[in-house]
């Protein structure tokens, strides 16, 4: 009966609910292992006390907040949806509470940090001019990975400075600034060519064997360049997702126009960086100020 359920809680999710790959596969991991935790005993006959056992079970064994919060919603969800099937009247999770989880706020590249990590690419050979088109490209723009590697030649129109990049069924167009523009004039007409092995290949950014570059392939080159400009902060891909958030809003960028260009559905997410900017100055007024 377990097993079924999860299979179909497992269906709902990706067919109805249009889950993302990590969403499912996080929420379903986390209903498998409270049900391996419970050694055969049914999961519909459950009560709270049971669940918040494997909370703190989990906490004992040095799991996060994080995850115990994570583990809270996936149980109700999927207790939610044996309601919605008749199979439970009532949500065991309902009533349980997780730690609270210490809001971390993302890493942030000063200015200068910025203008040193995009330097580390070398134009002088084909993965210096593509690397550094990439790594233009992603603080012009601020978009995620997983839209950069998908991005084809006909997202790219550098006669407008524009690119067109689509997410989940939804198309925005992003600006791009003029170094940028020029990074990827240098590359898309000069060293895309050289590098591609199809002439029928879409992917805007290639690797070194001529076909779509990968995640790990681009994280790679994050570390590396992170490495060699011997910056201390953890650069990871999305850090300079973030760090295009914030500087734009220390510019005087207003909130509903970075959410458009980050393509977050949801303006809350955008107004972390409106916490971040407050953290920063608060920051340095407990530094600069003599008094404080």
């Not at 065991?92 to 040193?116: D, F, G, H, M, Q």
Request: net charge positive; proline share 2%.
């Amino acid at each position: 009966m377990e097993t079924n359920d999860i299979a179909r809680y497992g269906a709902y999710l990706a067919e109805e609910k249009h889950a993302s790959q990590n969403t499912l596969s996080s929420y379903l991991r986390d209903i498998t292992q409270f049900a391996e935790y419970l050694q055969g005993d049914d999961l519909r006959t459950v009560d709270s006390g049971r669940i918040q056992d494997y909370i703190n079970w989990m906490r004992g064994r040095g799991k996060s907040a994080a995850s115990a919060t994570r583990f809270l919603a996936s149980v109700k969800s999927f207790y939610n949806f044996l309601i919605a099937r008749g199979d439970i009247t009532e949500n065991p999770a309902k009533s349980v509470t997780a730690a609270k989880v210490e809001r971390k706020y993302p890493e942030i590249l000063t200015s200068k940090e910025v203008e040193l990590f995009l330097e580390q690419p070398q134009c002088v050979d084909a993965k210096g001019f593509r690397d550094h088109a990439m790594l233009e490209l992603l603080y012009a723009t601020g978009i995620r990975v997983t839209e950069l590697i998908s991005l084809d030649m006909e997202n790219l129109n550098l006669a407008a400075g524009v690119i067109h990049c689509i997410s989940k069924g939804k198309e925005r167009v992003i600006p791009l600034y003029h170094t940028a523009i020029k990074a990827l004039q240098d590359y898309v007409r000069t060293i895309r060519p050289q590098l591609i092995a199809d002439s029928s290949e879409k992917a805007l950014f290639v690797n070194m064997n001529g076909e779509r570059m990968s995640r790990q392939g681009f994280w790679k080159i994050i570390k590396y360049y992170q490495e060699k400009a011997g910056i201390e902060k953890d650069i990871t891909p999305h850090t300079l997702r973030h760090s295009f958030a914030v500087h734009l809003l220390e510019n005087g960028a207003d909130l509903r126009s970075i959410q458009e260009m980050l393509g977050h559905a949801d303006i809350s997410s955008t107004q972390i960086y409106t916490h971040v900017v407050k953290k920063q100055l608060k920051d340095v007024y407990q530094k600069a100020h003599p008094r404080a």
